[in-house]
């Protein structure tokens, strides 16, 4: 393709090389090639952005997977962004895989809603447009003031489940909590499977965390208060959750456990230990966004999971390195089209056929 008469240019935020990648293979599939542009920190870790093209009146992609060094990503984006706006791009497009903070994205004790303060600096920065994958919460597409299209991993995943298990007939969808049940009902509708639900006091869901809305401090039982001493409302009963329960019968059966992002493991290697005393004989894990910070790789490699399936829409190269349990699905091929479709001005809902909104 002729990229001056395009129209478009597709450009990395990245400086460091693994999180290239998945640009090179979106890419590779559109048949143009990458922007020139330097992406560097300085030696105070200042980020520095040189776009060495024109891009005036053009519609311009920025394609940044997000690394361990989340903060660094997101600066890398926003002066990117920042330089393209003043260099006259027409269209400022974010292609963002996995968006950070999104698990961020409710109000916590006395804490910040951090996503949508990073949507407000995006739109900020001169983006006018989001592609992404898997929202954390798909209530998040409301903090843009732009359209953001939220794609899914799930027919990527739902393939992989038919071609790379064997047996796959024999298994059952596991939620690891009820909040992550309707996703896991979904593959279980659109495989044709069983459904079986983990909860209890192993599990820790985020509609358990304390919300500031409702949680005021403690009174401290020397404090005097003057004036009208308040309403005597009803005393809350106390939550408390049963022991480690699995709803559905899963002995002698393949587990596939199903969510969004893993990334601390240990309540996946938990759910694991209980789901082989429950009489399962091969458990798999299936992500959209393997993070797998920390011990991760570690965890997996020493516990009950016999593979762990995630999306490139995070470099974990590393990981695989250390931990052979861990498989990829590439999704660059959904990424491009999306691409070429949103700069063409075509319909977007070719990408959503047979998608469910609980997905």
């Given at each position: 393709?002729?990229?001056?008469?395009?129209?478009?240019?597709?450009?990395?935020?990245?400086?460091?090389?693994?999180?290239?990648?998945?640009?090179?293979?979106?890419?590779?599939?559109?048949?143009?090639?990458?922007?020139?542009?330097?992406?560097?920190?300085?030696?105070?870790?200042?980020?520095?952005?040189?776009v060495?093209e024109?891009?005036?009146?053009?519609?311009?992609?920025?394609?940044?997977?997000?690394?361990?060094?989340?903060?660094?990503?997101?600066?890398?984006?926003?002066?990117?962004?920042y330089?393209?706006?003043?260099?006259?791009?027409?269209?400022?497009?974010?292609?963002?895989?996995?968006?950070?903070?999104?698990?961020q994205?409710?109000?916590?004790?006395?804490?910040?809603?951090?996503?949508k303060?990073?949507?407000?600096?995006?739109?900020?920065?001169?983006?006018?447009?989001?592609?992404?994958?898997?929202?954390?919460?798909?209530?998040?597409?409301?903090?843009?003031?732009?359209?953001?299209?939220?794609?899914?991993?799930?027919?990527?995943?739902l393939?992989?489940?038919?071609?790379?298990?064997?047996?796959?007939?024999?298994?059952?969808?596991?939620?690891?909590?009820?909040?992550?049940?309707k996703?896991?009902?979904?593959y279980?509708?659109?495989?044709?499977l069983?459904?079986?639900?983990?909860?209890?006091?192993?599990?820790?869901?985020?509609s358990d965390?304390?919300?500031?809305?409702?949680?005021?401090?403690?009174?401290?039982?020397?404090?005097?208060t003057?004036g009208?001493?308040?309403?005597?409302?009803?005393?809350?009963?106390?939550?408390?959750?049963?022991?480690?329960?699995?709803?559905?019968?899963?002995?002698?059966?393949?587990?596939?456990?199903?969510?969004?992002?893993?990334?601390?493991?240990?309540?996946?290697v938990?759910?694991?230990?209980?789901?082989k005393?429950?009489?399962?004989?091969?458990?798999y894990?299936?992500?959209?966004?393997?993070?797998?910070?920390?011990?991760?790789?570690?965890?997996?490699?020493?516990?009950?999971?016999?593979?762990?399936?995630?999306?490139?829409?995070?470099?974990?190269?590393?990981?695989?390195?250390?931990?052979?349990?861990?498989?990829?699905?590439?999704?660059?091929?959904?990424?491009?089209?999306?691409?070429?479709?949103?700069?063409?001005?075509?319909s977007?809902?070719?990408?959503?056929?047979?998608?469910?909104?609980?997905d």
């Amino acid at each position: 393709m002729n990229i001056s008469k395009s129209g478009y240019r597709v450009f990395s935020a990245n400086s460091t090389t693994a999180c290239t990648e998945l640009a090179k293979k979106i890419t590779e599939r559109l048949g143009v090639d990458l922007g020139k542009s330097v992406v560097y920190q300085e030696s105070n870790r200042e980020t520095r952005v040189d776009v060495k093209e024109s891009v005036r009146g053009q519609d311009i992609f920025i394609i940044q997977t997000i690394p361990r060094d989340v903060n660094t990503a997101i600066m890398e984006l926003l002066v990117m962004a920042y330089a393209l706006k003043t260099n006259c791009a027409k269209n400022i497009i974010g292609v963002i895989p996995y968006f950070p903070y999104s698990k961020q994205c409710k109000m916590r004790k006395r804490g910040s809603i951090v996503c949508k303060l990073l949507a407000s600096m995006l739109a900020k920065a001169g983006l006018t447009h989001i592609i992404t994958m898997d929202l954390h919460q798909k209530e998040i597409q409301g903090f843009f003031s732009f359209p953001v299209d939220n794609l899914r991993a799930s027919p990527f995943l739902l393939q992989y489940i038919q071609e790379e298990i064997p047996d796959y007939r024999n298994a059952i969808i596991v939620a690891k909590s009820p909040s992550a049940a309707k996703r896991a009902q979904s593959y279980a509708e659109r495989l044709r499977l069983g459904l079986a639900v983990m909860h209890g006091e192993a599990q820790c869901s985020e509609s358990d965390m304390a919300d500031g809305r409702h949680s005021p401090p403690p009174m401290s039982s020397g404090r005097t208060t003057s004036g009208h001493p308040g309403l005597e409302l009803p005393l809350m009963m106390a939550k408390e959750k049963p022991p480690i329960t699995v709803v559905g019968d899963v002995g002698g059966r393949i587990a596939i456990i199903v969510d969004d992002i893993i990334d601390d493991v240990e309540d996946f290697v938990a759910a694991a230990e209980i789901l082989k005393e429950r009489g399962a004989y091969k458990i798999y894990i299936m992500a959209t966004h393997g993070l797998l910070s920390a011990e991760a790789p570690r965890l997996i490699e020493e516990s009950a999971i016999d593979e762990v399936v995630v999306t490139n829409t995070v470099p974990h190269e590393v990981q695989k390195l250390q931990c052979p349990k861990i498989k990829t699905v590439d999704v660059s091929m959904i990424l491009a089209e999306a691409i070429r479709r949103i700069h063409n001005g075509e319909s977007m809902a070719y990408l959503f056929r047979n998608i469910t909104v609980d997905d």
